[in-house]
């Protein structure tokens, strides 16, 4: 229908387009200046660490909730790619996704960590331990309304604003590479944080794909199937396994550990396993688990985990030939 609102915008049509015009070139333009600001404050924040990170710089299309149809925005990935630690430092115009007029957002968010690790705990850890020591105000995604642009389930830690009214695009962001860099400055030692507490569920899910190939091996020998298809699947229990038949390895996120799990039908080589390693076998769900290696070990630089999953394998391997052997022995002649 051709309605009063349609009348409107209609009278004023030519000015309401070359306004709507100007704000996308606006916008445009301070995100191409945000932008290269910000790769440079994450890398003169990180200083001689950059070199163990993985930085990636991208201004990225609007996304499908922005309210402005032509809404770009920056952002830095800060990558620990060794530990599955992502976060991200970004910049948007506020009113292209509903915010407040005249107002540049710089924003730090924690995109990922270990699977092992909780997300929602450590980007609360992190709120704490920055405090306010870094720019912005911390984010409540529970009072997420009060950042109208963003929304509850992006779950960044601070958001910081910088006025764009009446000033130099160069100088908004210049303003915006101070944030980013006092950002990442606060990020540096997070970094070290989540590494050091995913360390030895990444040693143990390392030494499992390095073992995968010898398993896969093992296994079309025996004619037995290795589980999952790919890679490690996930999770079992929350952690990555490696399966062979009924008998597999996992990690155990809840203690960083490593554990040697079987269903029913080869509960007796956990009980054999549990022996072996003078710990005792408990009951999780319908299996039986035996832990192979706690925390203490597989921190150890002297503890070769490899070997100690080749050993548990060993005997689930040399069980089922026992039992073949056994089964041969008691055919007729």
Not at 193 to 204: H, P
Not at 247 to 263: H, I, K, M, Q, Y
């Amino acid at each position: 229908m051709w309605t009063d609102l349609v009348q409107a915008y209609e009278s004023k049509l030519g000015v309401l387009e070359e306004a709507r015009a100007a704000y996308g070139n606006a916008v445009a333009e301070v995100i191409g200046h945000a932008g290269p600001a910000l790769e440079a404050a994450v890398h003169e924040g990180l200083g001689d660490a950059a070199t163990l990170y993985r930085v990636e710089a991208t201004i990225a299309e609007s996304g499908g909730n922005a309210t402005f149809a032509k809404a770009p925005w920056s952002c830095v990935t800060i990558a620990d790619d060794s530990a599955g630690t992502e976060f991200r430092i970004g910049a948007w115009i506020a009113s292209s996704w509903g915010g407040p007029e005249g107002v540049l957002r710089v924003a730090l968010s924690l995109e990922q960590v270990h699977s092992g690790l909780d997300r929602k705990e450590w980007i609360a850890r992190c709120s704490d331990i920055i405090g306010d020591t870094a720019p912005g105000e911390p984010f409540d995604p529970l009072d997420w309304r009060k950042f109208a642009d963003t929304s509850p389930d992006w779950l960044t830690i601070r958001i910081a604003s910088v006025d764009l009214v009446n000033r130099d695009f160069r100088a908004a962001a210049q303003e915006a590479h101070d944030v980013a860099r006092s950002l990442t400055e606060a990020v540096a030692p997070l970094l070290e944080s989540i590494r050091d507490a995913g360390l030895a569920l990444t040693l143990a899910e390392s030494a499992l794909l390095r073992y995968r190939p010898t398993l896969e091996a093992r296994a079309e020998h025996a004619d037995q199937r290795v589980s999952p298809a790919k890679a490690l699947g996930g999770p079992w229990q929350g952690g990555k396994y490696l399966q062979v038949g009924s008998f597999w390895l996992a990690t155990n996120p809840a203690a960083n550990e490593l554990l040697a799990a079987a269903n029913k039908e080869d509960w007796e080589i956990i009980a054999n396993l549990g022996e072996q390693l003078g710990r005792p076998t408990d009951r999780r769900g319908g299996c039986l688990a035996v832990v192979l290696l706690d925390e203490q070990h597989l921190r150890d630089p002297g503890c070769d985990i490899e070997a100690a999953i080749a050993g548990a394998f060993d005997v689930w391997f040399d069980s089922k030939a026992q039992g073949l052997s056994a089964l041969d022995e008691g055919e007729p002649s």
